[in-house]
């Protein structure tokens, strides 16, 4: 599966999708490869703030857990609750159905230093 | 040698298909200083005939509870424990098995932890249990430090009523790590809801009771639910799991986590150790659970089937963020107390639970017609008892032991009256209870 | 397939799975029941003041023979040390002798109640102390708790027993330093202590790397953690240089004993610098893993430290009698009374079996077996750490992966199907595809030679036909198991059918 070009990625390998001043936020394809089957995502409310770098969650397979680092600063505005019962989708649906929170954006220009889907296809094949 | 089944010959070949002389070449890496070049000093080996010998002698210097009239308890208690329990932790399938990490060859280890999982949330009305903890004393301390990371709040309320050694226990932990722990103390029996309720505030992440308490008295566990859940704090109950046949269970007051000591259910005392911690709570707290479970799933044919499950909470993989650093559990012990539910079913502990109470109930009554004993309160309770004796309670201890009976256990010095903790288990007889009355009485 | 399935050693398969317990009998049945009553009946609900239950709790209702069979099958469907090879890394899965389990249900042992008077358990603490006394010698440590109830409460235990210390020097520091090789138990217990972890990474060569340990050394480190022999099977060379860097800055240098078999006799962690060390019972000194557990994890400590060792101790008094004491710093209990007795009995049996020359042939055996098994191995896969090892070693199955996409875990399935129990795998984390055998020394050069044919051919067959490795286990009473959907949609206990 392609990493889609409508969205950027950061470095802990998150994708951003944005529309206006609100960040749809979930995990790359790849991530969700090399976690194996998810079996559980741990989500913060609605309300919370996050930081830029932070963690704003964990993600966990059988036999690991991860962090999930925010890649922008904002609020949240939604969280994807349906990831409760079916933690599944982010393995089968990481790029749509997968999403995580939603989160209006403080500084719109952090989604300017994320990489584009072309470099972030580089990112992971350099390793 | 003992136990190493390679001979001279075979050793010399190990040596050579290794490539050294002589075994002391592996140990290179280890410094000159640090080898210890002399044999221990320890006695020399001996046979199995020798050492039959040398362990039947030291067990023949103890005068073991459980062959004369026993009356104490305080956290450890003489029930009988069914034939049959020995007779499956002998089975070497099992005690000779490591923890079940290979579930195609554990099913058996996780399948009766699976099933003992479920006789516990019987027992107790939760709706998880844990594999095990290692007593009663680290489960209600493991409970206190769940209810911090649920309520993420760090300060716990423990009843004063609870046996000594756990309250302890709780301080030890709470000095290393980061918990602040307030004991309510109590006058008579048992707990004042009120004073519970006057130590309450938003801080507090949990209140922490025993049902029997130590002095085998029944807490008020409506109240101090309510007082806990008023304040968003847990309510976390130490239960007696054969009282558990004939007591409602603590989820009916509100109870978060139930705890206790597993020992009473087919386990013998054994000085103490290895006893049984059960721990039990609601779903919605699971993932804030220490220690092993065990889930049902299926296998690649789509057979039922067990393995540990939610491992993501422990040391192995969470490292310093695990629940806990429990890895070793008591697993065996927790195999007994599921052989042992299994041997007497809802019946049968009830009746035994029936009869304990009963006994209890009956001994109590002599031993205050002999007019040397006094009820210090009449709050309802289990099969444990405390009395105040009119006398010199060691000098009545010791005496009574020399006639072949434990006298309880003594507790503490008040006026010039000693308090002594009776338990009377369904082992116990009218008669010796009977002979016991008259003989303290004669004294 | 049926064809490779005949290739296999293993003997008649073991059977399927079974019904719950729960399932069985019916509600008429049982098995125990209390004794006929000879005092007079009491009012439930008035003796309980109202608390008496409403429903009874529903547990099985079974014969007595539908007991054993249940257990009967239940075991056929578990693998022990005495099933077969068990080669499990880090665990020490020795013979159990059986003596020990005799010894630990004598009356006099398994009857006592721990508040029982001192004079009528002389026995018990004689026992006692001459087991403390001997981990004492063997660790080179004199101060000696057995209350401990495993290695991981060991830790915790030491832990608490130098931030007493440190407490007592005015601070109480804010951090404990291990190598990124160590247990999951260790940083835990850390934790669990009040302290902060940090990680160090190892050396290529898999053991401490002395620069990166000096570099966080400082006066806010309470201690050093380290596995020796480490969890990659290696003695560290440099153990001296290291637990004397721990010491310059006033920290102390604790041991996680678990690979204790290795060196028993030939060198004593006293005598390597450090100044605490738990011991697990139920690996070095044979006690039986029952399936997880009960375990005993004694910890030993140098002369200055044992005043803060948890209470109470049995101690051999002048007049050569046993009593119980708390020292007077003591960090307090760590659990309810003495120890996990019945296991010290087994241990105590065991130390007394062997003697002094038995336990050094243990460590001899241990280590030339593990040795042995290294050398037949190392020819079919990859070896990160080519040197003399302990007594245990660490295979990879990278070239496996590598070249023809089969996994470590699918070869330790495999093994199963072989009649042997996998090595422990992907531990340590630093070793790709992690295979960590331990033979012990209590198995035959027969064994350790089947095990090699049967990984060796292994091997063969991953290259050979890698689904057939990728789809084992065959002959298991399950197959592999769906481990998401146990983790996703948990069922933790059984509910009566709908």
Known sequence: MAHPSDRKYSNDHEWVLVDGDTATVGISHFAQDQLGEVVYVDLPSEGDSVNAGETFGEIESVKSVSELYAPLTGEIIAVNDSLGDTPEVVNSDPHAAGWMIKVRMDDPSEYDGLMTAEEYDDFVTAG | ?443 | MSEQLANTPSGAPLRGPRESIFDLGSPESSCVLGPALDVPEVDLSEALGGADRTESPQLPNVTELEIMRHYAHLAEMNFGVDSGFYPLGSCTMKYNPRINEDAARFDGFAGLHPYQPVDTVQGALELMVGLSESLAEISGLPGVTLQPAAGAHGELTALMCFRAAHTANGDPRKKVVIPDTAHGTNPASVKMCGYETVTIPSGDDGLVDLDALKAVLDEDVAAFMLTNPNTVGLFDPQILEITEAVHAVGAFAYCDGANLNAVLGVTRPGDQGFDALHINLHKTFSTPHGGGGPGAGPVCVTAPLAQFLPGPIPFRQSNGTFGLNTPEGSIGRVRSFYGNFGVLVRAYAYVRALGPDGLAEVAHQAVLSANYLKEKLKGSFDLPYDRVCMHEFVLSGGRQKREHGVRTLDMAKRLLDYGFHPPTVYFPLLVDEALMIEPTETEPIAALDAFADALIAIAEESSADPDLVKGAPYTTPVRRLDEARAAREPVLRWTPPA
């Open chain 2, 1 to 443: 040698m003992r136990y190493i089944p390679v001979t001279c010959e075979q050793r010399e070949a190990m040596l050579r298909a290794v490539g050294v002389e002589r075994v002391e070449e592996l140990f290179a890496d280890v410094p000159e200083k640090a080898l210890l070049n002399r044999p221990l000093e320890l006695p020399a080996g001996m046979s199995e005939i020798d050492l039959a010998r040398h362990l039947k002698s030291l067990s023949g210097a103890n005068i073991p509870a459980s062959w004369i009239v026993n009356f104490a308890g305080a956290g450890v208690y003489d029930h009988h424990v069914p034939s049959v329990v020995d007779h499956v932790l002998r089975k070497p399938e099992f005690f000779t098995a490591y923890t079940p990490y290979q579930p195609e060859v554990s099913q058996g280890t996780l399948q009766a932890i699976f099933e003992y999982q479920s006789m516990i949330c019987a027992l107790t009305g939760m709706d998880v249990a844990n594999a095990s903890m290692y007593d009663g004393a680290t489960a209600f301390v493991e409970a206190a430090l769940m209810a911090c990371r649920v309520t993420k709040r760090q300060k716990v309320l423990v009843a004063g009523s609870v046996h000594p050694e756990w309250i302890e226990v709780m301080y030890t932990y709470a000095e290393a790590g980061h918990v602040d722990v307030e004991v309510i103390d109590f006058d008579g029996g048992r707990l004042d809801p009120t004073q519970v309720a006057d130590a309450m505030d938003a801080s507090v992440a949990a209140v922490l009771v025993a049902s029997p308490n130590f002095v085998g008295v029944l807490e008020d566990l409506d109240a101090l639910g309510k007082i806990a859940h008023g304040e968003g704090a847990l309510f976390v109950v130490a239960a007696n799991p054969i009282m558990l046949g004939i007591m409602e269970p603590p989820s009916t007051f509100g109870a978060d986590i139930v705890v206790g000591e597993g020992q009473p259910l087919g386990n013998a005392m054994s000085f103490g150790g290895p006893g049984l911690g059960f721990f039990a709570c609601r779903q919605k707290n699971v993932r804030q659970m220490p220690g092993r479970l065990v889930g049902q799933t299926v296998d690649a044919d789509g057979q039922k089937a067990y393995v540990l499950t939610l491992s993501t909470r422990e040391q192995h993989i969470r490292r310093e963020k695990a629940t806990s650093n429990i890895c070793s559990n008591h697993a065996l012990n927790a195999l007994a107390a599921g052989a042992y539910l299994a041997a007497v079913g809802s019946v049968g502990l009830s009746e035994i639970a029936r009869a304990c109470v009963a006994k209890a109930r009956y001994l109590r009554d002599r031993l205050i017609e002999t007019g040397k004993f006094a009820a210090p309160w009449e709050d309802p309770f289990g099969y444990e008892f405390a009395l105040t004796y009119k006398g010199d309670a060691d000098e009545m201890h010791a005496r009574m032991f020399e006639r072949g009976f434990f006298a309880g256990i003594i507790l503490s010095v008040e006026d010039e009256h000693d308090m002594i903790l009776f338990a009377v288990t369904e082992k116990r007889t009218r008669e010796e209870m009977d002979a016991f009355a008259e003989e303290v009485a004669a004294l």
